[in-house]
């Protein structure tokens, strides 16, 4: 039941982010473009102080470069842009990746561990790769999911509009949760439960 309450919060805290992220688009672009700048800029000088893997750096770095690019049109996005699709998949290679890190650090050879002068490497903890991953591996990614709009047919002179018309868009966060919705109410009343009476009525 706590993990169930857990979902359902974070559900509903996404669901609230996307309607305030829909009212203030353009600080929300400035954020992440700034956020996205000063995670590049982490990840060199963990690399330079905390030797970090440089191939493995450079590779995350191209990546925030990726999801820089979907700042362009924000807050639209295509579902089916080589750009969106691409962060897509660079978001679950880098997960992996860091992960292996994390999970497999460097051990020194045995002649090594056994001279007088050794220092075993540090070994991060639990909470520390947890904060790099939630900080650097995955917030950028799930705060440009819950700010974009989804617009396929969306043509480039409707860029420009009015605030009024702003207002209107559907993030993907609300899009995701909606169908959801859609779903478990139509599944219960399928079974013969009724959720909600006034579900998909004009009222």
Same mark, same amino acid.
């Given at each position: 039941m706590g993990f169930l309450f857990l979902v359902l919060a974070i559900a509903l805290g996404l669901y609230y982010i996307s309607e305030v992220v829909e009212e203030h688009t353009e600080p929300t672009k400035r954020f992440l473009k700034r956020l996205i700048y000063a995670i590049i800029t982490?990840?060199?000088?963990?690399?330079?102080?905390d030797n970090f893997p440089f191939k493995?750096? !450079?590779? +995350?770095?191209?990546?925030?470069?990726?999801?820089l690019q979907n700042l362009v049109r924000f807050p639209y996005?295509?579902?089916t842009s080589p750009i969106f699709l691409a962060s897509c998949v660079l978001v679950i290679i880098n997960h992996f990746l860091w992960f292996d890190h994390f999970h497999n650090p460097y051990i020194p050879p045995l002649e090594e561990r056994l001279k007088p002068n050794y220092r075993p490497p540090r070994i991060p903890l639990?909470?520390? !790769?947890? +904060?790099f991953f939630g900080l650097v591996v995955w917030f950028v990614?799930?705060?440009?999911?819950?700010?974009?709009?989804?617009?396929d047919n969306l043509l480039p002179h409707h860029m420009e509009v009015s605030d009024a018309h702003k207002k209107k868009n559907t993030g993907?966060?609300?899009?995701?949760?909606?169908?959801?919705?859609?779903?478990?109410?139509?599944?219960?009343?399928?079974?013969?439960?009724e959720l909600d009476p006034h579900y998909g009525t004009l009222a």
């Open positions: 982490l990840l060199v000088l963990l690399w330079l102080f493995l750096t !450079v590779f +995350s770095i191209i990546s925030y470069f990726i999801y996005v295509q579902l639990f909470t520390e !790769v947890c +904060s990614p799930f705060a440009l999911f819950v700010s974009l709009s989804a617009h993907l966060a609300k899009l995701l949760f909606g169908r959801i919705r859609d779903y478990v109410y139509t599944a219960s009343r399928s079974l013969g439960y």
